[in-house]
């Protein structure tokens, strides 16, 4: 194994992946405003896996580009300024970010009022939220912030949408995949401002869901029109599952107060068509936007204090997410292949130090 390396993934075939060796980061020429990036630790969860899948559609293989049918998948995590050729962003600055699958790389940085933005030319026309690094002390909930912050980010930006709407006047909510991540911080904020909160889920997960706490009625998908929801609900599909969603539009027909499909930018037109479900049409709600628009009302650092303080309330308040950290480049390839498989349980988190 050598001291450096870079993570490779074949954009055709998410399982075929290929460890590089980098040359000595001391060797590494920095042109003007570039700064070289030691990684020491980021997730990978089943998030990662759906940036790969929509990678071509949704961009993500544009962020580190490879040549080839190569790419690398982001990564969210801390990294830590070893050189650097511009002088407000000095070497020993560390940073949580977007990231590649590798032990250092070279990127393009500029400080801004709000903080650290990757300039790199290839990067200006991807989303703005995904460019901000932001610079990170480090501290003992690392693993966790890495894991969860930006599952939570949805969440955070669903809860305060919903409490914006008044809730649209529903006493409860209804959340598909309730043992996702996303989910459950969304449930978690929903229930700490005193809503009601339905969790759906399989059985396999079903221990887990009524564990955590937060929601008040746990049913699996198939008995889930077995017992009336009462007064108006709101949905949240975290699913993607059409068929989820006609069950639950059925079953409350006029008493559902909102429909939103939560995941990516390919579900524009909600996941069924138009006009064929009773009560309100399934609406896409897209994070990305929302944090635009909050971060002009708020302004970013506003933001992302509350973004902060949530999250480290929630991490404090649960423990059920176990942290397991894998070493090095062929730990690394291991763990990414389980990952692929979808075999992870919901509690499980996995951390890397690829170095």
């Known amino acids: ?3 450096h390396a870079d993570f490779l993934i074949d954009r055709t075939e998410l399982s075929r992946t290929e460890v590089r060796a980098l040359p000595a980061a001391d060797s590494v020429v920095l042109d003007d405003g570039e700064v070289l990036l030691e990684i020491e630790r980021f997730a990978l969860t089943a998030n990662n896996i759906t940036y790969g899948v929509y990678g071509d559609r949704l961009g993500y293989w544009r962020f580190f580009p490879a040549e080839d049918n190569w790419g690398r998948i982001p990564v969210w995590g801390f990294a830590t300024v070893r050189r650097s050729s511009v002088e407000t962003i000095p070497v020993g600055t560390r940073l949580f970010g977007y990231l590649p699958m590798a032990t250092y790389f070279v990127t393009r940085l500029e ?8 300039v790199s030319p290839h990067r200006a026309e991807l989303p703005a939220a995904y460019n901000s690094l932001v610079e990170a002390a480090p501290g003992p909930l690392d693993d966790q912030i890495a894991l969860l912050r930006p599952l939570f980010l949805t969440a955070f930006l669903l809860d305060d949408y919903f409490a914006e709407n008044a809730d649209f006047g529903a006493t409860g909510f209804i959340l598909s995949s309730a043992s996702s991540k996303t989910a459950l911080g969304l449930a978690w904020l929903l229930a700490r401002r005193g809503v009601r909160v339905i969790g ?12 955590v706490g937060y929601y008040a009625e746990t049913r699996t998908y198939d008995a889930f029109a077995d017992t009336p929801v009462e007064g108006q609900a709101v949905f949240v599909d975290f699913a993607g599952d059409p068929r989820v969603v006609a069950a639950v539009h059925n079953s409350l027909g006029d008493r559902l107060a909102h429909s939103a499909v939560v995941g990516s930018t390919h579900q524009t037109d909600g996941p069924v068509g138009p ?12 994070a990305p936007e929302r944090l635009r628009q909050r971060s ?16 480290e309330a929630f991490i404090v308040e649960n423990g059920w997410l176990e942290v397991t950290t894998h070493t090095g480049p062929e730990a690394l390839a291991a763990i990414y292949q389980t990952v692929l498989a979808g075999t992870a349980r919901p509690e499980e988190g996995h951390m890397v130090r690829p170095g």
């Open 296 to 311: 002009k009302d708020w302004g970013g650092e506003a933001l992302n204090s509350r973004i902060q303080t949530a999250l």
């Open 111 to 118: 400080r801004r009022p709000w903080g650290v933005v990757d």
């Open 275 to 286: 006009g064929r479900l009773p009560g309100p049409r399934p609406t896409f709600f897209f």
């Open 200 to 211: 759906l889920t399989s059985a396999r997960n079903t221990g887990f869901v009524e564990g």
């Open 1 to 3: 194994m050598t001291h």
